[in-house]
């Protein structure tokens, strides 16, 4: 305890965050520049700091003692509370433009801090659990805040989960938490090993009790999280890499006693085949290859036997496949018992499986590649293309594939639609270098492994459970893949451009991440709908979802069809403001438009539907204007069609947009924004629609997901409304034919007064009868004065 004349000692914060600074500049971490502190944010998470706590010499008499004996995330919170800097790396790209933001992460109380939107918001450098040795720690640490106790590790866990740097988490249709790869920031499902690729381990991995157990760690050191429902136990199952590895078997040598597990059963070989050089590798469907690698590396396939998956109704309920002395000499295809093997469904898959084998195993001896990365159409694709060329063209394609191993295979094999295409993927290597090349070709493969998996998913959870027998899976794979595929051949035109190649390549690896996320949702969307009303195949038949398109990255045909889609939809409608409409669309199409961006819907290349926002800061912040949205007339029955829409629609708002749009009155997809889109009426705006000085009233509708879910009374179904039977509920009742006057006059009333339309729909049998439900608006001082005081 300290006595009362060294607490008068004690420096005050605003002091020993002074110092802290001064020494920090004579270490040259941080500086100042026009203005802006500069600070080398790396060397705090590489292990500066232990030189930084070192000079405490500097605290004469120790005064400083009392703030040392702190953990380090605790004095870097003090020193740099208050302070936005500017990283040294941002500042040598792009100097003053360079946007100054805090050091670390600071949520300061749970609302925040477990509000996944809210973390979405934050804008920072550094987590404080990435400073050195602090992750370890988590468990005993708090997170240092003004306001609130916070736990170090949830404060953790959460912000790396859900913060757009880190996990930018998400749950796909079937639930599943999604967290995006650190390297590659492709989706994956969450666990323990991205936990410790982020850093964080959580605690001491000796001691049991870290984020190599995720499930029982977040059990009793994540309350808070679970609670909320940022995350379950449940999340943190047994899964796969998906995509390629859900084709491949088990890794590992094969037991003392001859097993090896390959796809959930164990599979027994033999004794004999218990030895350092051999190992099992997946052929093909249905069929495992015992491998001898050679003193000299190489690897030749020497036995074959058949692969049982788990399930399989000849193993009758058994977890185990006994094939001891089944194995067969691989010699060549003729000499196998092609009817043992299950996954083939014709006798010719089968024989071309087997002389697949036997390419590989040619392969295999030039090159070291896993061969079995490749799906059965892939091999076959290599079998034809090597077989096709010149001793001259293999050398170079040998060469080639020795360098970027089965991710520049796949590549090639991918753009090989003629011999043209494939010599584009060489020239891509020459005008970049080995090193950006293999970056490019393993970011396209994982989109392979999407697209792969896409397919799979597709057909298996929604075309196969609806009887739809028009399904081709490589029709459909080769559509899924056609668009990264043609951004990656426009891209090796582009790569000749010597002053723009650099550009040219982060523009590539930026659309093609943009192409992931564009196929997540639309895989999302089309299980959901096929799942509730099921889809033809012909419905995705050469569809194409495309996102947040700036006008100078749409081509002219897609802005003369984006006019024709609005055209179309504005034939029976007023004329003046059809023509209003049609001015405003031409002006946000314009080049050098940079604040609004365009998602298409496209049907064999065409536009059949789009959603145009507009930023606009001067509604607020992180606020976007729905300018548009349009279904051709023709597709309008299309429910892949409207549900890809209206996802759009709430992917902005769940991460974190608030969305304002105008919709005419008589419009009935006024009601669809409102029941199906989660929007609220909140007024009525008059536009001018002629230079006479004519205006028109339009409804102004919101949604801000944080207002709709506390501006709608529980249990209110259209029955209930229709019938009046709701308690603190204002439903009214209007016939647009006769009553349009007054529909827009209670409105404006009830917006004068405090209050919203939460709920607007039409009569089934007579589309002219809307329905709404007024309630407080969420915003106003009287519904906040009543939530106060318990009243909702």
Known sequence: MYSRESVRQIPSESE??????????RLGMVRHEEGRMIVRVEDLRTGLIKKIRGIAEFASGGRFDSYFEKDSASIFYLTFRDAHIVSEEDWERKGMEAKPKKLFYTPETEDVAFDPQKIRQQDFYLGLWELPNIAAQSKKLSYPSQHEHLQMNEVAIAALMYHPQYGDAMRDAQGRLLVRNKESRAYRPINGEWFEAMGFSGGDPKEGDSMHAPREYVTRHAHNLVQRGLIRADDFRSTSHAT???????????????????????????????RESYSVKDLSPGVGGLVERAPNGIEHIKYTFTIFQKGDPRLAGRTVSFGSGQTREYASPDMIDLKEYVGLSTVDERMRSMVNLEVGNKLWEKIPVNYSGLSEDEQTRVTDIVGAMNSVEQATFITFISKFKIEGLRTF???????????????????????????????????????????????????????????????????????????????????????????????????????????????????????????????LHHVEYISDRLPKELSDQEKDEIKEVLRMNWVDQDKIAAGNFKKALEEKLHINNAKTRFTLLKKDGHVIGFIRFDERPD?????????????????????IGNALMKRTIDDKAKKGFVLHAHVVPDAIVGTSYVEDMDHIITGIDETKVDEK??????????????????????????ERLMED?????RVLKFDLRTEKDRFLTTIREASQQGRIVSRYFADPKNPAMRYVAIEADPRSSTYIQTARAGGQ
């Open 244 to 274: 390629d590895q859900e084709q491949r078997i088990d890794r590992g040598h094969i037991s003392k006693s001859g097993t090896i597990m390959l796809h959930g059963v164990i599979h027994s070989i033999g004794r004999r085949f218990a």
């Open 413 to 539: 094999l991918s753009a090989e639609g003629d011999a043209k295409q494939g010599k584009k993927i060489y020239l891509l290597v020459q005008e970049l270098g080995d090193p950006m090349a293999r970056t490019i070709f393993r970011r396209y493969n994982e989109l392979l492994n999407l697209t792969r998996k896409t397919t799979k998913d597709l057909t298996d959870q929604v075309f196969e459970s609806a009887k739809d027998y028009s399904l081709d899976r490589a029709q459909l794979n080769g559509e899924l893949i056609a668009r990264a595929k043609r951004v990656l051949l426009d891209f090796a035109d582009k790569a000749r451009d010597q002053k723009k190649k650099h550009f040219y390549a982060e523009d590539l690896i930026k659309n093609l991440e943009h192409y992931e996320e564009d196929l997540i949702l639309f895989t999302s969307v089309c299980k959901t709908v096929g799942k509730k009303q099921g889809i033809k195949f012909e419905e």
């Open 16 to 25: 020993f965050r002074q110092v802290m600074l001064q020494r920090l500049e």
């Open 619 to 639: 509604l607020g912040e992180r606020v976007l204007y729905g300018g548009s949205f349009n279904i051709h007339p023709d597709y309008r029955g299309s429910s």
């Open 693 to 718: 000085g004519k205006h028109a009233p339009l409804l102004k509708i919101l949604r801000d997901d944080q207002l709709v879910l506390r501006s709608r009374a529980p249990g209110m179904t259209r």
């Open 725 to 729: 039977r709701t308690q603190g509920v």
